[in-house]
């Protein structure tokens, strides 16, 4: 089994082209075969080595392994379409040779003129044929004009095309409806994808095209080329494609596409791949949350579902969240760093204690960002009252609890008891209870109504910033 995963290099890598690499990825892993990174990067005006190289830094950070590629090389190389136009060249040279393609000449204002009359006449072909039969003189003419040919490649009409897509099962078409003659090579003789996929994938001997859906309809016409070319055809399994919630198709409309982006906010790749791998099939026991190996061992591709797929971005969050949860905290803390550098400085800090405060806070952090918000008020020496704590704090129960809490410090809460007794000896002291015990303590000692354990966090704190806070509470002014 030989697979491929084919990118254009003209932007990020999109969402839709990862889950493509990493299905790609998955079968090449359950297969042990051998797997082609191959960038298509004809559109000479759109395409970039910048764009190559962040795909190629985006697959690897999503943990794909291909066995030949651009950066790796291999046997079927280059795997640059860019570095390949000498091949496509004898192919062309053949195709015209044979009588399966020709020279047209006409202008894009004759084409428009022919689509028109196309729709007009509900002739099914844009393209009328005219270039078709071209004797030598007409194109010396033509050439003497100074125009620019064009290689178009003949289809003949009424032939059916058939072909059983691994997913989407018998597929059938009618060559009178790809728009007739189509055009290989352009007047710049840059070739067209449609037609050179199809020599990439026979010469570096791809059996398994798996790809969007999104391509299902150039197919046919990948078809019709290779018959030409005499080349055997791969199999085709062509992935319905990941939609947004609303149905239409996945854009930024519905939250972030670019893996780069992903990447930036905070989510690991191990999540990713997890939640990505498995959009259009489940596992067996419905299990979500399961391990590459696991994953690999239950896919097939006859698995995937023929309908769209949605893609729950709130799902991939919390799937990221468990991704976190289950990091050895060491690991968490690098993973984390970069984002808590953003905002903190923890060259003086005690990294083993800044440690155990993440490992405190990661049941609160879906995405890694996340923990610079959960950290900030143990890094914080003062308190930025919200309005609703100043007046929680203000009520008759909060100024009671906040004398309570002074006197407590100053008395029988010493650095060994201070936060395991806290709550209790104020309870005891004041007779307040359940909320009204609870949301003041926290909000004189934390700054927030809401928040994770207080007695561990006021141990993470320390004694005498718990000592600070509460002093600062006692001098809540109007
Ligand atoms: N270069 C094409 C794309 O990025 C993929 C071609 C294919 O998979 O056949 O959409």
Partial sequence: MRLRFAPSPTGFLHIGNARTAIINNLLALK???????????????????ESENSIINDLKWLGIEWTEGPDIGGNYGPYRQSERFDIYQKYTEKLLNEGKAYHCFCTPEEIDNMREEA????????????????????????????????????????IDITFNDIIKGDISFNSSNIGGDFIIVRSDQIPVYNY????????????????????LSNTPKQILIAKALKFELPLYAHMPLVMGNDRKKLSKRHGITSVNIYREE????????????????????????????????????????????????????????????????????NKMRPYLEKEYSLEN???????????????YC??????????????????????????????????????ASKELFDSV????????????????????????????????????????????????YGYDKCKKRILAACQLKD
């Fill in 31 to 49: 297969n042990q075969a051998d797997f082609v990174l191959r960038i298509e990067d004809t559109d000479m005006e759109r395409s970039s080595i």
């Fill in 349 to 363: 800090m005690d990294q083993n204690h800044i440690i155990e405060i993440i490992t405190f806070l990661k049941p």
């Fill in 266 to 333: 905070g989510y690991l790749p191990e999540a990713l791949v997890n939640y990505i791998s498995m959009l259009g099939w489940a596992a067996e026991n419905e299990e979500e949350i399961i391990s590459l190996n696991e994953i690999v061992k239950q896919f097939e591709l006859n698995k995937i579902a023929a309908s769209s797929a949605v893609f729950d971005f709130k799902k991939l969050k919390w799937m990221n969240g468990n991704y976190i949860r289950t990091l050895e905290n060491n690991e968490l803390f």
């Fill in 366 to 403: 879906e995405l890694l960002g996340d923990i610079n918000d959960q950290i900030s008020h143990f890094f914080s020496e003062t308190i930025d009252y919200s309005s609703e704590v100043r007046e929680l704090l203000k009520s008759e129960n909060g100024v009671k609890i906040i004398a």
């Fill in 196 to 215: 050179i996929v199809v020599i990439d994938d026979s010469l570096m001997k791809i059996s398994h095209v798996v790809r969007g859906e999104d391509h």
């Fill in 413 to 460: 809460l010493t650095e060994q008891n201070y936060h395991s007794d806290y709550i209790n000896l104020v309870k005891e002291m004041t007779g307040a209870t359940g909320k009204n015990l609870f949301m003041p303590c926290r909000a004189l000692i934390t700054g927030s109504i809401h928040g994770p354990d207080l007695a561990e966090t006021m141990r993470l």
């Fill in 119 to 158: 729709q007009k006449t509900g002739r099914n072909e844009t393209y009328n044929g005219k270039c078709r039969n071209l004797s030598k003189e007409q194109k010396q003419a033509f050439l003497d004009e100074g125009r620019k040919p064009t290689v178009r490649f003949k289809v003949d009409s009424d």
